[in-house]
Nanobody, 124 residues
Framework: QVQLVESGGGLVQAGGSLRLSCAAS????????MGWFRQAPGKEREFVAGIIWSSSRTAYADSVKGRFTVSRDNAKNTVDLQMNSLKPEDTAVYYC?????????????????WGQGTQVTVSS
């Protein structure tokens, strides 16, 4: 069982930066691939970024590639999402998720555990 709690959301102007963090409980955190998703009002939840247990492989949505960076610290049971050059279209509730698979998967249905989400609002 893994419990996930996100933090770091807030209001930022376009072009600014935010760093989201996801704290996980559970002794087997290091075995899980982790993903970040977001959901804007009236839209479906979409994949943002993912990272496998060893941090040797990451994946990003095309819309955030080059602006966002995902990282994890298995000793601290955390996974972070550094978001730079934010745009108004990045406004959404951001969720972290965990799945017991050796690779990053973009489909939300494969993830076993979800956090409660944190709001990110980017003003123009």
């Amino acid at each position: 069982q893994v419990q996930l709690v996100e933090s770091g959301g807030g209001l930022v102007q376009a072009g600014g930066s935010l760093r989201l963090s996801c704290a996980a409980s559970g002794r087997t955190f290091s075995r899980y691939a982790m993903g970040w998703f977001r959901q804007a009002p009236g839209k479906e939840r979409e994949f943002v970024a993912g990272i496998i247990w060893s941090s040797s492989r990451t994946a990003y949505a095309d819309s955030v590639k080059g602006r966002f960076t995902v990282s994890r610290d298995n000793a601290k049971n955390t996974v972070d999402l550094q978001m730079n050059s934010l745009k108004p279209e990045d406004t959404a509730v951001y969720y972290c998720a965990a799945m017991l698979r050796p690779s990053v998967v973009r489909a939300a249905t494969y993830y076993d555990y979800w956090g409660q989400g944190t709001q990110v609002t980017v003003s123009s």
